[in-house]
Structure formats: structure tokens, C-alpha cells
């Protein structure tokens, strides 16, 4: 019965009495039939006609007063935050007006609609209290996005009123002071690929390569040059001969991610769920990586972000890939430059490449560390593939199989 009442049985009618949803259109339905039974039948239906008219005027034009004798402000206390953190949001409303300013709600600008329900009426939102004429109020509450992105949505947020009688919804757009972006959510990954090092500095060490400064790494027999002063004398007595200490070599790894973003790599049906994925990977990638002091270059199309060892270099990236989304008209991006699917500079430097793509995007992709979002059973298994991971995989699943393979 339920699934009765509820289904839509004429959607292509839904444009020509979807209006009769206002309330405000039903009463100036019952308006103007009142009126013409008044002048027909009996004029003492006018004084219906007379009060009709007057809830009309006070449901539209209280609501229409109240919102332009209001100004709002919205701000965060943070410019970023990483996925499933609270950001906490502030709105500041002054009301200029003597009127006292009731109903009022915030109903667009931190929730993200698909285009099949954009269409529709929501009823997500804020509401906030009564605001005192010639008073200002601020109002403050954690927010925590369900989705990566820049915030507000479409940098934009609107408050409205339909006090007193929902007849109508007076609007007004809020000044947006400062945004916040919201990083994809991310895995830790554990070691790197096999690659070589390079450039070496000071403050940052390798525990794969032996050298001269850092942590110690163990003890092995003396070699011909080795210093003296690397002697682990216990040792020695112990073993009777001499044995010394090996430490780790300062070092950086130079690492590029490309992110495939092209509309032939991303199918329509399953668009979405593949490109948040893929978006998902190449966070965790670069993060881990930048985390194990890699110099991190991020390329998505034709951008490519080259993120140091700086404060603000993973921001940056990671900025970048919150905001990431594929072009409307959009080729084979994101191939990777030289035949190995390393640029020049990268290959001198003697880094590696990974590549995140999906299999229809696998052909136009070249190197060793190609990374490969798939529905289960929905893709053939693609052989030169060096991970696969399911689309519908939690990131949990992507650590293990990172685990493995380096």
C-alpha cells in the first residue's frame, strides 16, 4: 500500500502541476474562486475573498521585509581538514531592521545533491533562533562533510524565511569570508616500490640503504677503508675480529602519481564510484609517500604539482586532488610522458611512477606501478596491472595488497 500511494505514475505531468505543491498558488486558487462566487452568488462571500487576500499579503510580503533587513557572514576556523574531521562553522547574521526576524534557516551550501534529486524540494537544513531587531547574532556548529570537496557548495549559502504561514520563501545569499577544503579520505601505505634513491640531505634518512649518519642499522665484518671510529668494540671482543656498525644514508626519493581523469577511462554508468576511488588511491599514495619523505609530483591532465619537502608542498596536492573531477570534454589525460611512464627529469633522478587508472584507461597508460580501480566481475583481469583493487574496496583493502607487492 505504502509503495502505492508513493509511486510516481504520470512524471512526464510533473512540470505542469508541480506548482500546486506551493501552498501560495492553492491560495490564490481559493482567492479567485471566492471572488467569483461573491460577484455570481452572494457579495457576503467577499468577505471571505477579504481575508484570504489579507493572509496572502501577510505570508508574503513578512517573510519578503524580514530578509532584506538581514545580513549574513559565514566563515570556518580552519581552511582545511582531512575527511571525517569536524570543521567548525560560524554564521553571523545583523539585522539592520526593527523588525524581529523569525524562521530563519540556512538551506543550502554544505550538502552535495546528485542531479537526480537536485530538482526536488529538500528540507536539509539549519534552523536557527529568533533574531532581535538591530541585533547581532552568531551562530557556530561542527560540520563534518560526507564528501570531499571545497565547501561551501557553489561557493555560495543561502538562508531563507516563509514565516508565518509557509506561503513563501524569502531568500538571500550569504557572503562567504572563508572556505574550507576537504581532503579525500586516506590509507597509510607502508614502503616504497623498488626505486633509487637520490638527493641526498641532511634531515631525512633511508633505513634500505647504509651510510654514514642516522639510526643504526645493524653490524657487519670490516671492510677494507671502513673508519675506525664505526668499530663496535663489544662486538669485536666477542667475535675476535673486527666488526662495525652500519647507519642509515641520508636520502630522497623522487616519485610521480598520475591521476587518469579522462570521461573514456570513467564509464557513465559507474562514473562516480570510480572516480572517488581512483581520487581515494592517488590521496593515500601520495600521502604515504610524502610521509616517507619522498618528493611527491602529482599530475593530473595537463597540471602536474610538484609538492617538496616544503610545509606547504602536500598541501597543495592534496588540495588539489580534493577538488579533482573530470572535464566535461576531456581526452586521454593524465599519459605519462616517457616511454617507461617517467619524464625526464623524474627517470634521471631515478625515480618511479604510479599510475591510478581503470581498465579502459589501462591501453593509454605505460610504466611498472600501475594502480587499477574495477568492479568485481564488471572488467576482464588486466595482466600488466601491477594492483587491482575493487572499486567498491574499502581503503583498508588497499594497504594489505600495497603491503604485498612492495
Same mark, same amino acid.
Request: charged letters at 20%.
Given at each position: 500500500?505504502?509503495?502505492?500511494?508513493s509511486?510516481?505514475?504520470?512524471?512526464?505531468?510533473?512540470?505542469?502541476?508541480?506548482?500546486l505543491?506551493?501552498?501560495?498558488?492553492?491560495?490564490?486558487?481559493?482567492?479567485g474562486?471566492?471572488?467569483?462566487?461573491?460577484?455570481?452568488?452572494?457579495?457576503?462571500?467577499?468577505?471571505?475573498?477579504?481575508?484570504?487576500?489579507?493572509v496572502?499579503?501577510?505570508?508574503? &510580503? $513578512? %517573510?519578503?521585509?524580514a530578509?532584506?533587513?538581514?545580513?549574513c !557572514?559565514?566563515?570556518? *576556523?580552519?581552511?582545511?581538514?582531512? +575527511? #571525517?574531521?569536524?570543521?567548525?562553522?560560524?554564521?553571523?547574521?545583523?539585522n539592520?531592521?526593527?523588525?524581529?526576524?523569525?524562521?530563519?534557516?540556512?538551506?543550502?551550501?554544505?550538502?552535495?545533491?546528485?542531479?537526480?534529486?537536485?530538482a526536488?524540494?529538500?528540507?536539509?537544513?539549519?534552523?536557527?533562533?529568533?533574531?532581535?531587531?538591530?541585533?547581532?547574532?552568531?551562530?557556530?556548529?561542527?560540520?563534518?562533510?560526507?564528501?570531499?570537496?571545497?565547501?561551501?557548495?557553489?561557493?555560495?549559502?543561502m538562508?531563507?524565511?516563509?514565516?508565518?504561514?509557509?506561503?513563501?520563501?524569502?531568500?538571500?545569499?550569504?557572503?562567504?569570508?572563508?572556505?574550507?577544503?576537504?581532503?579525500?579520505?586516506?590509507?597509510?601505505?607502508? &614502503? $616504497? %616500490?623498488?626505486?633509487?634513491?637520490?638527493?641526498?640531505?641532511? !634531515?631525512?634518512?633511508? *633505513?634500505?640503504?647504509?651510510?654514514? +649518519? #642516522?639510526?643504526?642499522?645493524?653490524?657487519?665484518?670490516?671492510?677494507?677503508?671502513?673508519?675506525?671510529?664505526?668499530?663496535?668494540?663489544?662486538?669485536?671482543?666477542?667475535?675476535q675480529?673486527?666488526?662495525?656498525?652500519?647507519?642509515?644514508?641520508?636520502?630522497?626519493?623522487?616519485?610521480?602519481v598520475?591521476?587518469?581523469?579522462?570521461?573514456?577511462?570513467?564509464?557513465?554508468?559507474?562514473?562516480?564510484?570510480?572516480?572517488?576511488?581512483?581520487?581515494?588511491?592517488?590521496?593515500?599514495?601520495?600521502?604515504?609517500?610524502?610521509?616517507q619523505?619522498?618528493?611527491?609530483?602529482?599530475?593530473?591532465?595537463?597540471?602536474?604539482i610538484?609538492?617538496?619537502?616544503?610545509?606547504?608542498a602536500?598541501?597543495?596536492?592534496?588540495?588539489?586532488?580534493?577538488?579533482?573531477?573530470?572535464?566535461?570534454?576531456?581526452?586521454a589525460t593524465?599519459?605519462? *610522458?616517457?616511454?617507461?611512464?617517467?619524464?625526464?627529469?623524474?627517470?634521471?633522478?631515478?625515480?618511479?611512477?604510479v599510475?591510478?587508472?581503470?581498465?579502459?584507461?589501462?591501453?593509454?597508460?605505460?610504466?611498472?606501478?600501475?594502480?587499477?580501480?574495477?568492479?568485481?566481475?564488471?572488467?576482464?583481469?588486466?595482466?600488466?596491472a601491477?594492483?587491482?583493487?575493487?572499486?567498491?574496496?574499502?581503503?583498508?583493502?588497499?594497504?594489505?595488497?600495497?603491503?604485498?607487492?612492495?
Amino acid at each position: 500500500m505504502a509503495a502505492a500511494l508513493s509511486r510516481d505514475f504520470c512524471p512526464s505531468a510533473n512540470r505542469w502541476v508541480y506548482w500546486l505543491k506551493n501552498p501560495f498558488w492553492i491560495l490564490v486558487l481559493a482567492t479567485g474562486g471566492s471572488a467569483l462566487c461573491g460577484a455570481l452568488l452572494n457579495p457576503m462571500i467577499f468577505a471571505l475573498t477579504a481575508m484570504l487576500v489579507a493572509v496572502t499579503l501577510v505570508g508574503v &510580503g $513578512l %517573510p519578503w521585509l524580514a530578509i532584506r533587513g538581514i545580513s549574513c !557572514d559565514v566563515m570556518f *576556523d580552519v581552511k582545511r581538514v582531512r +575527511f #571525517g574531521e569536524p570543521a567548525l562553522v560560524r554564521l553571523r547574521i545583523r539585522n539592520r531592521s526593527w523588525l524581529p526576524v523569525l524562521g530563519l534557516s540556512c538551506i543550502d551550501g554544505f550538502t552535495r545533491v546528485s542531479k537526480a534529486t537536485a530538482a526536488t524540494d529538500s528540507d536539509d537544513g539549519l534552523a536557527f533562533g529568533r533574531i532581535r531587531g538591530r541585533a547581532t547574532v552568531e551562530y557556530t556548529w561542527p560540520f563534518v562533510a560526507t564528501v570531499r570537496g571545497q565547501y561551501p557548495v557553489n561557493d555560495s549559502v543561502m538562508v531563507e524565511t516563509s514565516f508565518p504561514f509557509g506561503l513563501y520563501r524569502a531568500q538571500k545569499s550569504a557572503a562567504v569570508v572563508g572556505r574550507l577544503i576537504v581532503w579525500p579520505e586516506t590509507v597509510q601505505l607502508d &614502503g $616504497l %616500490p623498488d626505486s633509487v634513491e637520490c638527493e641526498s640531505v641532511d !634531515d631525512h634518512f633511508s *633505513d634500505r640503504r647504509a651510510g654514514e +649518519f #642516522g639510526d643504526m642499522l645493524g653490524t657487519r665484518l670490516f671492510r677494507q677503508g671502513d673508519s675506525l671510529r664505526r668499530v663496535h668494540w663489544a662486538q669485536t671482543a666477542r667475535q675476535q675480529s673486527l666488526i662495525v656498525t652500519e647507519r642509515q644514508a641520508p636520502v630522497t626519493t623522487v616519485a610521480r602519481v598520475v591521476l587518469d581523469l579522462s570521461s573514456a577511462s570513467h564509464p557513465l554508468d559507474r562514473r562516480y564510484q570510480s572516480l572517488e576511488q581512483c581520487v581515494r588511491v592517488a590521496a593515500s599514495v601520495c600521502y604515504s609517500l610524502h610521509q616517507q619523505h619522498c618528493r611527491v609530483e602529482l599530475k593530473i591532465g595537463d597540471q602536474l604539482i610538484v609538492g617538496g619537502q616544503q610545509s606547504g608542498a602536500l598541501d597543495r596536492i592534496m588540495d588539489a586532488l580534493a577538488t579533482a573531477n573530470i572535464p566535461e570534454a576531456s581526452s586521454a589525460t593524465g599519459t605519462p *610522458d616517457g616511454p617507461d611512464g617517467l619524464s625526464a627529469s623524474v627517470r634521471e633522478a631515478g625515480g618511479f611512477c604510479v599510475t591510478i587508472t581503470t581498465p579502459p584507461g589501462i591501453h593509454a597508460m605505460k610504466g611498472p606501478h600501475i594502480v587499477i580501480t574495477s568492479d568485481d566481475g564488471a572488467e576482464p583481469a588486466v595482466p600488466t596491472a601491477w594492483l587491482t583493487l575493487s572499486t567498491a574496496a574499502e581503503l583498508s583493502e588497499l594497504k594489505r595488497l600495497w603491503k604485498e607487492r612492495v
